[in-house]
């Protein structure tokens, strides 16, 4: 074990770090784990606690030892210490091949390397080794500068998990964000960030203090470190970089910045500079601009309130509507599949890119000859605002661009998007089977006079590829509003495997491939933002009836990243109904739509859901 990469040890406590357990009876001290946890601490290594215990009498013994105040992040529950000790570390903003975990127990060390492979893991019988260790190495951080940095830093994830949301908190810990150029004068520091850094470390170039002298000298060289505070303390020198010719030398941060934005708004500040990324970096930089929460007081409150009438849309179909379930406000339009009224069929090709990229540029009698041709249109299906001026934000989904079939006119080249691709209206194989019924027709009045019609008008030319519905949102990009910002849902890459439509075979490997483009193409536009519905699925209890189709919770939590855009763009976020909303409506969803058993069950649980609501 190479003991000079540890910066952290997740100590169990009964018969590792004391002798007998806490839970049973007295406990014994073992004074040289007390003498050690001093040294590590004067050798800049923090100490944590994982330990299956009662907190509060934990804590107690912790602080009749007078060693409490020298343990940060404390996770003491009866929980499993697995999955606890891999958000220990994520807090911290460390990573696992930096930490030790010592217990006594082989199943809990086998059960914590199981979340987290690369974690360094021992028994008590270690500790005289790590000892002769720290006995042989000269202590570096005698006024214990490392812990106190993770005393603020836990104080601030504290907060974190009690804010509402994580934006919310972001704008409240008012981050306050320097950069500074007279780095000569703090050398020594520079040199420790560029020798250790390793998650933020985005060139990963390991720089002697000689070489980083240098550069700092060159006057052709854009050099400078960057230091960052919030109301929860003063973090001190916390990143650097050097910039020649606009091309990034180094570009760093310390793993204490993780979360707050604070590489992106150096990146944004220097001017987006040319950055190849080398190995993996926790947090990448984009060409966005620089985060709102940073340096809070260059945005005026008129400036806010302005940005904050700005109109959002959703356009889309059933992914869009059930999220906007859970936004309340009065200026945001919604585009859903809707029913005609003139003959009752279902409109949900409008929010194909096909459609909704040129019929507002159609001439009226063009439009005309539309809905003479096609009775599957609908005069309302021509509006749209996703072109006015005042609009801050598109939702829209990629989820119906490869599932709809093109149509091109013979006539002029005019395309147009409808119904499922695999079965084109123009193959008299189908016809049947539109008229009735047995493949989705959209509630359409399929006739074999019309189809027939159609095909002399028509012809069938497949749908659309990854590669064209890239290009289909960058043209979107192009036609709305320069200040306009588009935000993509991209689809699930985890099969649904109870599937049974043929359209939808394989629907997830598509997904791959168009999710892969929009998320290297978001890394150059920074107009486009995107909301992974992969990084919210946890399995396939998330899935309804299709790969299209999930369960409330899923809906809930893509809202609530929908939502931190809104405020980040619109300086103001909207309304959000609470998880007792979703609770509810998620348990009827799961009871049945017919009014007598959501009559009965709500009867069942309405006063205790009243009771909660007014807890919450």
């Known amino acids: 074990m190479d003991y000079s990469k540890i910066k952290l040890i997740i100590w169990d406590l009964d018969e590792t770090f004391w002798k007998g357990i806490l839970s049973e009876g007295p406990i014994v001290p073992i004074q040289k784990n007390i003498n050690l946890l001093s040294s590590l601490t004067d050798h800049g290594i923090v100490n944590s606690i994982c330990s299956k215990n009662d907190y509060e009498q934990t804590i107690s013994k912790l602080k009749e030892l007078q060693v409490n105040d020298?343990?940060?992040f404390k996770s003491i529950d009866w929980t499993p210490k697995g999955q606890r000790i891999s958000k220990l570390i994520k807090d911290m903003g460390l990573r696992p091949v930096n930490c030790l975990f010592i217990d006594d127990n082989v199943v809990n060390l086998n059960e914590a390397k199981f979340y987290e492979k690369d974690l360094m893991i021992a028994e008590p019988s270690i500790i005289p080794e790590l000892k002769a260790f720290l006995d042989a190495t000269p202590p570096s951080d005698l006024i214990h500068k490392r812990l106190k940095n993770y005393q603020v830093l836990e104080k601030k994830q504290a907060a974190?998990?009690?804010?509402?949301?994580?934006l919310a908190f972001l704008y409240s810990s008012d981050t306050r964000v320097e950069i500074h150029r007279d780095c000569m004068e703090h050398i020594e520091r520079i040199s420790e960030l560029v020798t250790r850094t390793n998650q933020l470390n985005y060139t990963k170039v390991r720089s002697s203090k000689e070489e980083i002298e240098a550069l700092c000298k060159d006057g052709n060289v854009d050099t400078g470190y960057v230091t960052v505070r919030d109301h929860f303390g003063d973090y001190g020198i916390v990143g650097f970089f050097a910039v020649k010719d606009h091309h990034c030398l180094h570009f760093l941060f310390s793993c204490r910045t993780i979360g707050q934005g604070v590489e992106q708004y150096v990146y944004a500040t220097l001017g987006h500079?040319?950055?190849?990324?080398k190995g993996e970096v926790v947090n990448p930089v984009t060409k966005d601009g620089a985060p709102a929460w940073i340096n809070q007081n260059i945005i005026t409150q008129d400036a806010k309130k302005e940005k904050s009438h700005m109109k959002i849309i959703l356009k889309g179909a059933c992914d869009l509507k059930v999220m906007s379930e859970y936004l309340q406000t009065d200026n945001v339009i919604e585009e859903f599949t809707y029913t005609g009224k003139q003959k009752g069929n279902w409109i949900e090709h409008q929010n194909h890119s096909i459609n909704f990229l040129q019929w507002s540029f159609l001439s009226d009698t063009v439009k005309q000859e539309l809905l003479d041709e096609c009775i599957f249109n609908d005069e309302e299906m021509f509006d749209t605002s996703i072109y006015?001026?005042?609009?801050?934000?598109?939702?829209?989904?990629?989820m119906i661009e490869p599932n709809l079939g093109?149509?091109?006119?013979?006539?002029?080249?005019?395309?147009i998007a409808f119904g499922e691709y695999l079965y084109p209206l123009t193959d008299p194989s189908n016809w049947d089977q539109y008229i009735n019924g047995e493949i989705f027709n959209a509630q359409n009045k399929f006739t074999k006079e019309w189809l027939e019609d159609f095909s002399k008008k028509y012809e069938f030319v497949g749908h659309l590829s990854p590669e064209q519905i890239l290009n289909q949102a960058k043209e979107l990009l192009k036609k709305v509003n320069p200040h306009t910002k588009v935000c993509y849902m991209l689809g699930s890459e985890m099969p649904f495997e109870k599937n049974t439509q043929k359209n939808y075979e394989g629907r997830h490997l598509v997904y791959k491939a168009i999710n892969d483009l929009f998320r290297e193409y978001a890394k150059q536009?920074?107009?486009l933002l995107l909301i992974d519905f992969n990084t919210i699925i946890r399995g396939q209890q998330d899935f309804t009836n299709n790969i299209n189709h999930f369960h409330r919770r899923v809906y809930y939590e893509i809202a609530s990243k929908a939502n931190e855009y809104i405020g980040s763009v619109t300086g103001e976020k909207l309304e959000q109904k609470s998880k007792l909303y979703l609770w509810r409506k998620d348990l009827i969803d799961r009871i049945g739509s017919t009014?007598?058993?959501?009559?009965?069950?709500?009867?069942?649980?309405r006063k205790p859901y009243i009771i909660l609501k007014k807890i919450f």
């Open 595 to 605: 009014g007598f058993f959501q009559t009965k069950v709500w009867n069942i649980i």
């Open 388 to 398: 006015d001026d005042d609009i801050a934000i598109i939702f829209v989904s990629t």
């Open 525 to 527: 536009e920074d107009r």
């Open 406 to 415: 093109i149509y091109r006119r013979k006539k002029d080249g005019l395309e």
């Open 273 to 277: 500079p040319l950055l190849e990324v």
């Open 70 to 72: 020298l343990f940060v």
């Open 160 to 166: 974190k998990e009690e804010a509402s949301d994580n």
